[in-house]
């Protein structure tokens, strides 16, 4: 994965005044849309522009994939209106099973340019559909592949489809995040040449991803914070007696309450006087040194990245209104 | 993944000195063979019996990978020895790569029964193999498949390729067990009819696993440990003034070193006075309500799995003494 | 592919009036039900029973394998009618593109034994799915591991999907055969073990086989059969002024018609005295001692292969009324 | 597969003398190295050059596949001789696997650009590699992305790998060429855009494929070739007494003899007049209607087609004296 962008979802609390976050849901699909001001962009070494996320519960229940499609195929829309000649490019390694959403996503696009160039077909959206692989793989920048395409076939937009890495577990696998911003490597670190952004490509570009890989020290940062929730939900129910006739614990990971800050020290030492993203810097400089910072993906990766593709794959179609197959049904 | 074993390996502190312990390093491989007593046994919930295993550094290294199969052949012979016809047993899921350990060393194997049926083959030891795949795809209960096939086929020793769920984030792909006892799922659960073991099957058997898969949990509290040492290392280095030339931290998972009690209690307050086991029972507690105990594998697992595959079924055709095909070369 | 049969609808002009037959056409699926008459299945080396086809053109075309999937679940529950707990069984190599059928079938097959033991469901058949693999792999005869399952699992019906081998080329990859017999290796062998018959497991069977292979002679001795009809439309065309306008030969394999057997003579000498049968024997005898009576599969049969599963596994669910899935929608 | 071309070794009794043909035979493998000449080139509709043919026999006989990649290996360095910066490119579709044989080489090549850049291998050949899928796919025409490509590297030499159609059953998978032409689309079609050509490119190409498909009417009019041999040798035998006591035919495709002329009407009557070609010309005029010419592949072509790309993947690592692994051993 050489690619990768943060969900910027997940940094809400970043942004001053001038980005628009807009919350809805639909569905029990929670959509959040953020315009983000070029202030703030450059503050967190990320593009200007619009990003929107969906967030889910577990896409195996054919219930809530089908709602997935259904919104996620109307969102797309407004970021794809008014375009006729599209590149879809699948990034990604179709060999590594939580690297393999782009490629496995191209599986269910209808690619009808060559249909309506021989007349068999009378969609109005033309369709390209490309694969560039790892740098791994074939030697060559990915990104430099992406331009070569894009001015050749001069489509008026590249869709890029992409699996990320998440910064909280709560996401991994339950988000889908789309942009009018494209690709950046790592904050900061001024690689233009690996960039796959409108700026590059000299074209309008969306990018869909989906979080599928999380790093150990998010897990233990991430476990910490669920510790405080599970010891302030305790301490609640301890002075309630109605709670005591209950049995098993509920999932209190949706009550908004922690521990205050002499608890945490108490529980947690010095480390209590963290917070969040602290504490994962932290874990960072405790696991980087030893290569354990792995980045894990959960163990059923292959049956989730299938559904995912066949999730995006079928709205993207949709959005097109190409002559549409739902691959879920 | 259905049926799982722990590494006897992890279990090493709560043997009594009837359980025998051998330790050996060949080629920077760790070995440890355990020979359970009964009467630890029955306090781990396992069998008693033998039980080995072989650490090693990263298997992607082709030098690494071989070694290991050079080791694991000898080994193998000496759980494998005056057995002339073998059943061998992939067990889990070929669709889900953390778990395809089994289904894909199947691949690798040398199956000659009919070869040798038929005059074709003179090897003496003659091989058969299979694949049960996972009870969630066939309904039927994969212990009662194995059993079946063992009535019928009557092999004096049934080999088991199995992926397991590692304790340790240390020992993730970075393991082989050997055991002469099989497979029993969860300790204490009592549940003989999925034990795959000789009293269940009537006949000699063998397991080899490799653990491929672990819990948040575990990362949480093996992360702890590690930054116990981290501190531990740093405090050290401050008091040698040579150490403040030096740039970058070294590999200190290697220095056999900790802070003290108050150290850790200053750190991580009330969680610094538990140990790793309590710490991971902690955190399965804080993490089990709000099925945030992912199991989980590294991104990299589908180039692992396979080297493993390729490892383990390339020493079990040489222990054999296999018309031999070694397929990492 | 150790097992196979023949398709009893080939082999029409070879039954006694004993045997009933039935030919109907639904959505341009020509339907043929043979009763076959247990003197006429002793000559012709099968067993007595019932056997249907389904003839239709390219499934490929998203039409045609829907209506194929409609007809194939009603007729399919004239064969499974009452029977409520049923083992179904997908024979075949999955690493063998055209033999993979029986295997990527089970893919799309609900099993629902567990949920339905566990309470999860409620769908009033049993469903239970078996991949035995093939004995090149395994070692173990494929026969006996569907003996072994059956007498242990004690279902009251084993459906058995396979691919087969057609003796023509028009019914290659465009036919599916249902019967109640089982499967037989080739006529006249009598090897009694090898069988997949009611006899053989005691329990009431039904095989589902579409043939995806066909061999040089068979391609052969049809295209000397075409060649006839091409002159025989040829010759009657000359005699038609009006023909000359057209252009472009229409697809003359639907016309009833042939040369005499004067013609057939001066075209192809001693050759044309030959029907079919003859003509294919003798090339078997040509091909044959120099290894190249190729056994072929058209260069499409990876996609084709791939909707067939999908069309079959559909079939069956609907025919059982399990809480079902289309998976070509 | 878009992109074809013949085999010239099939070509040979169309050539003048301005062309050279080498024939020699090393280890059982027979290769013919043919320099065609310019007016020969025109006449056959391919490009003047250098076309080499390697000839062997099952090479799922692993003695066999070895001493291909011997000689491949060393014939290939005529080849590429002087080349220091390689584009590899796997023509055709990774999902079908009579054409996946471009795909699956890449997957057996060592790719060493990257390496190379960051100073981590010193080959002194730089490797890049590409599978540029099909247009079906992609949309986009194969070999404009193969320029764009080329334009950016700046290779100095493309070396293509694809799978072929054969007008021979016997090449059939029995047969690699070479050519530093380039791919041709069919003869005569004038199509340039789809040409892969050092023209086209602008820079040195080789091309190495395998015939890994046959169509219908190549089988007849081979057959019938066959048949006329088998009369011939069964001719023969009669009148030699000492044949009487053998039993079975030998393999009597070696011998050099055949049926005379009358003896060929009397036989196959009309068709007895027509050679080889004039044969397949009228079985191509009677199925294209019908759309019933075939393309076909043997059934075992999974199995054949990944040794094929492990022979020539491993040929080509070794011919650029690359770090090399032979995954054949």
Known sequence: MNLRTDLAVELLDQFSKKTKVKEEVIDSVKITSVLIAKEDAVKIGKADGHYMTLEFGDIRDNNISKKV??????KLKLFVKNKNKILIVGLGNDKSTPDALGPLTLKYILVNAPLIDMGYSNDSVKT????????????????DIIKLLTSHIKPDLVLIVDALASSSI????????????????????????KEITKNNLGVDIVALGVPTVVDSATIV????????????YNKKELDN????????????????????EDEKKALMGMLGTLDNEELKSLMIEVLNPIDSNLMVTPKEIDEIVLILAKIIGTSINLA????VTNYLD
């Open 69 to 74: 499609i259904d919104i996620l195929k109307d």
């Open 128 to 143: 390209y559909a490309f694969e560039p692989s790892v740098m791994g793989k074939t030697g060559i920048e990915t990104s």
């Open 170 to 193: 709560e996401r991994l696998n339950h988000t889908i995040q789309i942009n009018n911003v494209g690709i950046m490597p790592g904050s900061g670190v001024g690689n233009k040449r």
């Open 221 to 232: 940062s991430d476990t910490i914070d669920y510790m405080y929730k599970y010891f302030a």
């Open 241 to 260: 007696p109605a709670s005591k006739l209950k049995t098993g614990l509920p999932n209190y990971k949706n009550y908004d309450i922690t521990i205050n």
């Open 320 to 323: 097109f209104e190409l002559n």
